[in-house]
């Protein structure tokens, strides 16, 4: 599955699979607001890390969200 391949997609949301080396991550579009986000997950030290982004629809722009 290459970059930006699409996971899932309902009448609300759809899922984009995202590359990064070291991170599990995915791209989101939210379709009611037409808005977009980032989730990532970094798996290390016998623990996980998460970051949220607001995002463009590109999802290369990454402002960071506090956590939820």
Request: proline share 1%; charged share 30%; aromatic share 20%.
């Amino acid at each position: 599955m290459s970059d930006g391949s699409q996971l899932y997609e309902s009448a609300e949301i759809a899922v984009f699979k995202l590359y990064d080396v070291a991170e599990v991550v995915k791209g989101f579009w939210f379709k009611d607001t037409n808005e977009y986000g980032v989730h990532s997950v970094f798996y290390g030290d016998d623990k996980s890390y998460e970051s949220f982004y607001r995002s463009d629809r590109t999802f290369e722009k990454r402002e960071v969200l506090p956590t939820l």
